[in-house]
Protein backbone atom coordinates (compact mmCIF):
# COMPACT_ATOMS: atom_id res chain seq x y z
CA UNK A 1 0.00 0.00 0.00
CA UNK A 2 1.19 3.58 -1.34
CA UNK A 3 2.37 5.24 2.26
CA UNK A 4 0.20 8.78 2.93
CA UNK A 5 1.34 11.45 4.66
CA UNK A 6 -0.88 13.71 7.25
CA UNK A 7 -3.36 15.34 4.70
CA UNK A 8 -4.39 11.58 3.02
CA UNK A 9 -2.06 12.50 -0.22
CA UNK A 10 -0.29 9.70 -1.88
CA UNK A 11 3.73 10.38 -0.92
CA UNK A 12 6.27 8.51 -2.43
CA UNK A 13 8.47 5.67 -0.79
CA UNK A 14 11.26 6.45 1.40
CA UNK A 15 14.21 4.73 -0.16
CA UNK A 16 17.08 3.39 2.00
CA UNK A 17 19.96 1.92 0.30
CA UNK A 18 22.44 -0.29 1.95
CA UNK A 19 25.89 -0.65 0.97
CA UNK A 20 29.38 -1.22 2.59
CA UNK A 21 31.53 1.34 1.65
CA UNK A 22 30.91 4.97 0.16
CA UNK A 23 33.23 5.04 -2.48
CA UNK A 24 32.03 1.79 -3.82
CA UNK A 25 27.92 3.59 -3.98
CA UNK A 26 29.90 6.37 -5.19
CA UNK A 27 31.76 4.80 -8.41
CA UNK A 28 28.43 2.96 -8.65
CA UNK A 29 25.38 4.33 -7.92
CA UNK A 30 24.95 7.52 -7.35
CA UNK A 31 22.56 8.14 -10.70
CA UNK A 32 20.41 5.26 -8.86
CA UNK A 33 20.03 7.74 -5.90
CA UNK A 34 19.85 10.66 -8.09
CA UNK A 35 16.96 9.17 -10.21
CA UNK A 36 14.78 8.12 -7.08
CA UNK A 37 14.98 11.80 -5.46
CA UNK A 38 14.02 13.11 -9.16
CA UNK A 39 10.71 10.84 -8.77
CA UNK A 40 10.21 11.87 -5.38
CA UNK A 41 11.30 9.48 -3.20
CA UNK A 42 13.12 10.41 0.35
CA UNK A 43 16.46 8.45 -0.09
CA UNK A 44 18.87 7.62 2.41
CA UNK A 45 22.34 5.63 2.20
CA UNK A 46 23.28 3.66 4.92
CA UNK A 47 26.96 3.17 4.44
CA UNK A 48 30.33 3.27 5.82
CA UNK A 49 31.60 6.88 5.61
CA UNK A 50 35.56 7.14 4.56
CA UNK A 51 36.11 10.44 1.85
CA UNK A 52 33.20 10.37 -0.38
CA UNK A 53 29.83 11.98 1.71
CA UNK A 54 29.58 15.10 -0.30
CA UNK A 55 29.47 13.19 -3.65
CA UNK A 56 26.32 11.19 -2.33
CA UNK A 57 25.19 14.22 -0.72
CA UNK A 58 25.28 15.98 -3.80
CA UNK A 59 22.11 13.57 -5.15
CA UNK A 60 20.14 14.60 -2.61
CA UNK A 61 20.53 11.42 -0.47
CA UNK A 62 20.80 11.17 3.29
CA UNK A 63 24.17 10.11 4.17
CA UNK A 64 23.80 7.91 7.64
CA UNK A 65 26.74 6.69 8.77
CA UNK A 66 27.21 2.72 9.68
CA UNK A 67 30.38 1.57 10.65
CA UNK A 68 30.49 -2.17 9.43
CA UNK A 69 33.75 -3.67 8.57
CA UNK A 70 33.71 -5.40 4.58
CA UNK A 71 36.33 -7.45 5.43
CA UNK A 72 35.11 -9.24 8.10
CA UNK A 73 33.22 -12.65 8.11
CA UNK A 74 32.69 -12.91 11.59
CA UNK A 75 28.95 -13.65 12.25
CA UNK A 76 29.06 -11.92 16.10
CA UNK A 77 30.40 -8.57 14.32
CA UNK A 78 27.92 -9.08 11.32
CA UNK A 79 24.96 -9.52 13.49
CA UNK A 80 25.56 -6.55 15.56
CA UNK A 81 26.15 -4.16 12.46
CA UNK A 82 22.68 -5.55 11.59
CA UNK A 83 21.44 -4.48 14.99
CA UNK A 84 22.66 -0.82 14.80
CA UNK A 85 21.34 -0.75 11.07
CA UNK A 86 18.13 -2.21 11.97
CA UNK A 87 17.79 1.15 15.09
CA UNK A 88 18.64 3.38 12.33
CA UNK A 89 15.90 1.68 9.66
CA UNK A 90 13.46 2.81 11.87
CA UNK A 91 14.27 5.72 13.12
CA UNK A 92 14.27 6.83 9.64
CA UNK A 93 10.70 5.29 8.70
CA UNK A 94 12.10 3.50 5.72
CA UNK A 95 9.69 1.80 3.31
CA UNK A 96 11.89 0.21 1.00
CA UNK A 97 15.38 -1.28 2.17
CA UNK A 98 17.84 -1.49 -1.06
CA UNK A 99 21.02 -3.73 -0.22
CA UNK A 100 23.61 -3.73 -2.76
CA UNK A 101 26.08 -6.55 -2.67
CA UNK A 102 26.10 -9.79 -0.76
CA UNK A 103 27.31 -8.50 2.58
CA UNK A 104 24.76 -5.51 1.89
CA UNK A 105 22.04 -7.68 1.51
CA UNK A 106 23.02 -10.04 4.64
CA UNK A 107 23.22 -7.31 6.77
CA UNK A 108 20.20 -5.36 5.59
CA UNK A 109 17.90 -7.89 5.03
CA UNK A 110 19.24 -9.22 8.78
CA UNK A 111 18.51 -5.65 9.67
CA UNK A 112 14.76 -4.95 7.96
CA UNK A 113 13.71 -8.70 9.46
CA UNK A 114 14.35 -6.78 12.65
CA UNK A 115 12.85 -3.53 11.51
CA UNK A 116 9.91 -5.60 10.29
CA UNK A 117 10.21 -3.38 6.88
CA UNK A 118 9.17 -6.34 3.93
CA UNK A 119 9.74 -3.98 0.86
CA UNK A 120 13.30 -5.28 0.19
CA UNK A 121 15.69 -5.18 -2.95
CA UNK A 122 18.60 -7.52 -2.81
CA UNK A 123 20.92 -6.30 -5.37
CA UNK A 124 23.23 -9.10 -5.91
CA UNK A 125 26.74 -7.27 -7.16
CA UNK A 126 28.21 -10.59 -8.16
CA UNK A 127 29.39 -13.78 -5.52
CA UNK A 128 33.09 -12.47 -5.69
CA UNK A 129 35.58 -15.18 -4.65
CA UNK A 130 32.19 -17.93 -3.43
CA UNK A 131 30.70 -17.33 -7.09
CA UNK A 132 34.12 -17.88 -8.62
CA UNK A 133 35.41 -21.21 -6.77
CA UNK A 134 34.26 -24.62 -7.91
CA UNK A 135 35.33 -26.92 -5.36
CA UNK A 136 33.19 -28.30 -2.71
CA UNK A 137 33.70 -25.39 0.22
CA UNK A 138 32.71 -23.23 -2.62
CA UNK A 139 29.57 -25.46 -3.46
CA UNK A 140 28.88 -25.57 0.10
CA UNK A 141 28.72 -21.76 0.20
CA UNK A 142 26.19 -20.84 -2.08
CA UNK A 143 24.27 -23.63 -1.10
CA UNK A 144 24.06 -21.71 2.37
CA UNK A 145 23.81 -18.73 0.80
CA UNK A 146 20.60 -19.63 -0.69
CA UNK A 147 18.97 -20.98 2.25
CA UNK A 148 19.07 -17.87 3.69
CA UNK A 149 18.89 -15.55 1.51
CA UNK A 150 15.70 -17.09 -0.08
CA UNK A 151 14.78 -18.36 3.55
CA UNK A 152 14.37 -15.77 6.44
CA UNK A 153 15.95 -13.47 4.68
CA UNK A 154 13.04 -13.27 2.04
CA UNK A 155 9.61 -12.01 2.07
CA UNK A 156 6.54 -11.87 -0.46
CA UNK A 157 7.17 -8.13 -1.37
CA UNK A 158 11.05 -9.05 -1.46
CA UNK A 159 12.71 -8.35 -5.40
CA UNK A 160 15.68 -9.32 -6.80
CA UNK A 161 17.88 -7.25 -8.80
CA UNK A 162 20.55 -8.93 -10.85
CA UNK A 163 23.28 -7.49 -13.38
CA UNK A 164 23.67 -10.86 -15.27
CA UNK A 165 21.36 -13.71 -16.21
CA UNK A 166 23.55 -16.19 -14.67
CA UNK A 167 23.80 -15.10 -11.36
CA UNK A 168 19.63 -15.51 -10.93
CA UNK A 169 20.46 -19.40 -10.87
CA UNK A 170 22.61 -19.13 -8.08
CA UNK A 171 19.52 -18.08 -5.46
CA UNK A 172 17.42 -21.20 -7.28
CA UNK A 173 15.73 -18.23 -9.24
CA UNK A 174 14.82 -18.24 -12.65
CA UNK A 175 15.64 -15.13 -15.36
CA UNK A 176 12.30 -15.05 -16.11
CA UNK A 177 10.84 -14.96 -12.90
CA UNK A 178 8.49 -12.22 -12.06
CA UNK A 179 10.34 -11.03 -8.76
CA UNK A 180 13.96 -10.49 -10.94
CA UNK A 181 14.95 -7.99 -12.86
CA UNK A 182 17.75 -8.21 -14.48
CA UNK A 183 19.79 -4.91 -15.38
CA UNK A 184 22.85 -3.80 -17.39
CA UNK A 185 24.89 -3.37 -14.58
CA UNK A 186 25.55 -0.01 -12.54
CA UNK A 187 24.88 1.65 -16.07
CA UNK A 188 26.60 3.97 -18.08
CA UNK A 189 26.30 7.56 -19.37
CA UNK A 190 27.12 7.18 -23.07
CA UNK A 191 27.22 10.69 -23.02
CA UNK A 192 30.11 11.51 -20.43
CA UNK A 193 32.41 8.60 -22.03
CA UNK A 194 32.67 9.14 -25.52
CA UNK A 195 35.29 7.36 -27.86
CA UNK A 196 38.40 9.09 -28.46
CA UNK A 197 40.67 8.28 -31.70
CA UNK A 198 42.72 5.21 -31.33
CA UNK A 199 46.70 5.72 -30.78
CA UNK A 200 48.95 4.95 -33.43
CA UNK A 201 49.57 1.15 -34.37
CA UNK A 202 52.13 -0.62 -33.57
CA UNK A 203 52.04 -1.17 -30.81
CA UNK A 204 49.09 -2.64 -29.37
CA UNK A 205 48.51 -0.46 -26.59
CA UNK A 206 46.57 -2.73 -23.63
CA UNK A 207 44.96 -1.26 -20.33
CA UNK A 208 44.08 -3.55 -18.13
CA UNK A 209 42.24 -0.93 -15.44
CA UNK A 210 40.55 -2.57 -12.13
CA UNK A 211 41.49 -3.02 -8.98
CA UNK A 212 44.86 -4.81 -8.25
CA UNK A 213 43.18 -8.35 -6.81
CA UNK A 214 43.95 -11.41 -8.07
CA UNK A 215 40.70 -12.68 -8.47
CA UNK A 216 40.27 -9.41 -11.62
CA UNK A 217 43.67 -12.13 -13.35
CA UNK A 218 46.03 -9.24 -13.72
CA UNK A 219 48.51 -11.98 -13.08
CA UNK A 220 46.60 -13.83 -16.28
CA UNK A 221 47.36 -10.69 -18.14
CA UNK A 222 50.78 -10.11 -17.34
CA UNK A 223 51.54 -13.92 -18.56
CA UNK A 224 49.82 -13.32 -21.46
CA UNK A 225 51.82 -10.39 -22.52
CA UNK A 226 54.70 -11.88 -22.59
CA UNK A 227 54.01 -14.78 -23.96
CA UNK A 228 53.13 -12.65 -26.79
CA UNK A 229 55.56 -10.47 -26.69
CA UNK A 230 57.74 -13.84 -27.18
CA UNK A 231 55.55 -14.74 -30.23
CA UNK A 232 56.71 -11.50 -31.57
CA UNK A 233 53.56 -9.61 -30.97
CA UNK A 234 54.61 -5.86 -30.58
CA UNK A 235 52.25 -4.79 -27.48
CA UNK A 236 52.57 -3.21 -24.15
CA UNK A 237 50.07 -3.80 -21.08
CA UNK A 238 49.56 -1.09 -18.38
CA UNK A 239 47.79 -1.60 -15.46
CA UNK A 240 45.95 1.14 -13.28
CA UNK A 241 44.84 0.75 -9.98
CA UNK A 242 45.60 0.03 -6.76
CA UNK A 243 45.38 -3.26 -4.24
CA UNK A 244 42.46 -2.95 -1.83
CA UNK A 245 43.68 -3.13 1.60
CA UNK A 246 40.75 -4.24 2.95
CA UNK A 247 40.22 -7.14 0.66
CA UNK A 248 42.09 -10.73 1.15
CA UNK A 249 42.62 -11.14 -2.71
CA UNK A 250 44.44 -7.69 -3.02
CA UNK A 251 48.11 -8.37 -4.72
CA UNK A 252 51.21 -6.82 -3.22
CA UNK A 253 52.18 -3.56 -4.29
CA UNK A 254 56.00 -5.29 -4.23
CA UNK A 255 54.45 -8.10 -6.75
CA UNK A 256 52.94 -5.30 -8.76
CA UNK A 257 56.65 -3.37 -8.89
CA UNK A 258 58.23 -6.62 -9.82
CA UNK A 259 55.88 -7.04 -12.63
CA UNK A 260 56.48 -3.70 -14.41
CA UNK A 261 58.88 -5.29 -17.34
CA UNK A 262 59.38 -6.38 -20.51
CA UNK A 263 56.50 -4.23 -22.05
CA UNK A 264 54.13 -4.18 -19.00
CA UNK A 265 53.74 -0.90 -16.64
CA UNK A 266 52.14 -0.86 -13.48
CA UNK A 267 50.50 2.59 -13.34
CA UNK A 268 49.23 2.58 -10.02
CA UNK A 269 45.81 4.49 -9.21
CA UNK A 270 44.38 6.77 -11.56
CA UNK A 271 41.42 9.46 -11.14
CA UNK A 272 41.14 9.51 -15.10
CA UNK A 273 40.41 6.16 -16.40
CA UNK A 274 39.39 8.46 -19.55
CA UNK A 275 42.55 9.19 -19.99
CA UNK A 276 43.92 6.14 -19.83
CA UNK A 277 42.01 4.43 -22.23
CA UNK A 278 41.94 7.11 -24.79
CA UNK A 279 46.10 5.77 -24.61
CA UNK A 280 44.68 2.48 -25.47
CA UNK A 281 43.60 0.36 -28.74
CA UNK A 282 41.73 -2.23 -26.30
CA UNK A 283 40.47 -2.98 -22.73
CA UNK A 284 41.64 -5.95 -20.68
CA UNK A 285 39.97 -7.76 -17.91
CA UNK A 286 40.35 -11.84 -17.54
CA UNK A 287 38.40 -12.24 -14.38
CA UNK A 288 38.61 -15.37 -12.55
CA UNK A 289 34.47 -15.01 -11.92
CA UNK A 290 32.13 -13.78 -9.58
CA UNK A 291 31.38 -10.37 -10.95
CA UNK A 292 28.41 -8.90 -11.23
CA UNK A 293 29.13 -6.81 -14.40
CA UNK A 294 32.27 -4.85 -14.46
CA UNK A 295 31.94 -1.13 -14.43
CA UNK A 296 35.65 -1.18 -16.09
CA UNK A 297 34.14 -2.92 -18.75
CA UNK A 298 31.16 -0.46 -19.38
CA UNK A 299 33.26 2.17 -19.34
CA UNK A 300 35.73 0.39 -21.84
CA UNK A 301 33.11 -0.22 -23.95
CA UNK A 302 31.20 3.54 -23.91
CA UNK A 303 35.10 5.04 -25.15
CA UNK A 304 34.63 2.92 -28.12
CA UNK A 305 37.32 0.05 -27.57
CA UNK A 306 37.53 -3.77 -27.94
CA UNK A 307 37.66 -5.54 -24.96
CA UNK A 308 39.38 -8.77 -23.69
CA UNK A 309 38.05 -10.71 -21.33
CA UNK A 310 37.08 -14.13 -20.12
CA UNK A 311 34.09 -16.32 -20.06
CA UNK A 312 32.48 -15.96 -16.50
CA UNK A 313 29.09 -14.51 -16.19
CA UNK A 314 28.90 -10.40 -16.59
CA UNK A 315 31.93 -10.13 -19.02
CA UNK A 316 30.16 -12.77 -21.50
CA UNK A 317 26.93 -10.66 -20.48
CA UNK A 318 28.46 -7.44 -22.30
CA UNK A 319 31.13 -8.64 -24.44
CA UNK A 320 30.15 -11.27 -27.25
CA UNK A 321 32.99 -13.03 -28.85
CA UNK A 322 34.28 -11.90 -32.09
CA UNK A 323 31.83 -8.77 -32.05
CA UNK A 324 32.65 -6.49 -28.83
CA UNK A 325 36.15 -8.29 -28.60
CA UNK A 326 37.63 -11.56 -27.98
CA UNK A 327 36.36 -13.52 -25.21
CA UNK A 328 38.70 -16.45 -23.59
CA UNK A 329 38.98 -19.15 -20.74
CA UNK A 330 39.48 -17.98 -17.37
CA UNK A 331 42.75 -18.34 -15.79
CA UNK A 332 44.19 -19.22 -19.17
CA UNK A 333 47.37 -17.26 -20.36
CA UNK A 334 48.02 -18.99 -23.25
CA UNK A 335 44.47 -18.99 -24.64
CA UNK A 336 44.72 -14.82 -23.60
CA UNK A 337 48.11 -14.52 -25.46
CA UNK A 338 46.68 -15.48 -28.51
CA UNK A 339 43.70 -13.42 -28.24
CA UNK A 340 46.48 -10.34 -27.88
CA UNK A 341 48.56 -11.84 -31.18
CA UNK A 342 45.52 -11.90 -32.98
CA UNK A 343 44.13 -8.09 -32.16
CA UNK A 344 48.16 -6.84 -32.23
CA UNK A 345 48.30 -8.44 -36.22
CA UNK A 346 44.90 -6.85 -37.00
CA UNK A 347 44.28 -2.90 -36.51
CA UNK A 348 41.43 -2.93 -38.88
CA UNK A 349 39.66 -5.60 -36.52
CA UNK A 350 40.52 -3.60 -33.35
CA UNK A 351 38.44 -0.89 -34.49
CA UNK A 352 35.72 -2.43 -35.58
CA UNK A 353 35.13 -3.64 -32.41
CA UNK A 354 35.49 -0.93 -30.93
CA UNK A 355 32.42 0.82 -32.53
CA UNK A 356 30.54 -2.63 -31.90
CA UNK A 357 31.00 -1.97 -28.31
CA UNK A 358 30.07 0.99 -28.44
CA UNK A 359 27.07 0.39 -29.88
CA UNK A 360 26.24 -2.45 -27.45
CA UNK A 361 26.34 -0.04 -24.80
CA UNK A 362 23.86 2.31 -26.65
CA UNK A 363 21.59 -0.09 -28.02
CA UNK A 364 21.59 -2.89 -25.32
CA UNK A 365 19.90 -1.70 -22.10
CA UNK A 366 23.71 -0.59 -20.52
CA UNK A 367 22.76 2.98 -20.17
CA UNK A 368 22.63 4.77 -16.69
CA UNK A 369 19.14 5.77 -18.46
CA UNK A 370 17.98 2.25 -18.94
CA UNK A 371 19.10 0.92 -15.33
CA UNK A 372 17.33 3.73 -13.43
CA UNK A 373 14.20 2.94 -15.39
CA UNK A 374 14.09 -0.54 -14.27
CA UNK A 375 14.75 0.44 -10.74
CA UNK A 376 11.79 2.75 -10.52
CA UNK A 377 10.14 0.45 -11.83
CA UNK A 378 10.73 -1.83 -9.03
CA UNK A 379 9.80 1.31 -6.36
CA UNK A 380 6.72 2.21 -8.07
CA UNK A 381 5.64 -2.51 -7.64
CA UNK A 382 7.18 -2.23 -3.99
CA UNK A 383 5.12 0.86 -3.33
Not at 38 to 61: L, M, Q, Y
Not at 356 to 368: D, K, L, P, Q, S
Amino acid sequence: MQPQDDGGEKKRAHIAFVVTEDWFFASHFLPMARAAVAAGHPVSVVTRVRAHRDAIAGTGARVVELEAERSSLNPMAAGYAAGQLAAILKALKADIVHCIALRGILVGGAAAVLAGIPSRVYALTGLGLIGARRDRAGRLARTGLRLLIRGPLETARTRYLFENPDDAPLLGLRPDDPRVTIVGGAGIDPEAWTPGPLPPHPPLRIALIARMLWSKGIDTAVEAARLARSQGADLELSLHGAPDPSNRRAIPEATLRDWSRDGVTWHGPTDDVAGALVQAHVACLPSRGGEGLPRALLEAAASGRAILTTDVPGCRTLVRDGIEGLVVPPDDPQALAAAMVRLSADPALVARMGAAARARIVEGGFTEAAVTRAVLALYADLA
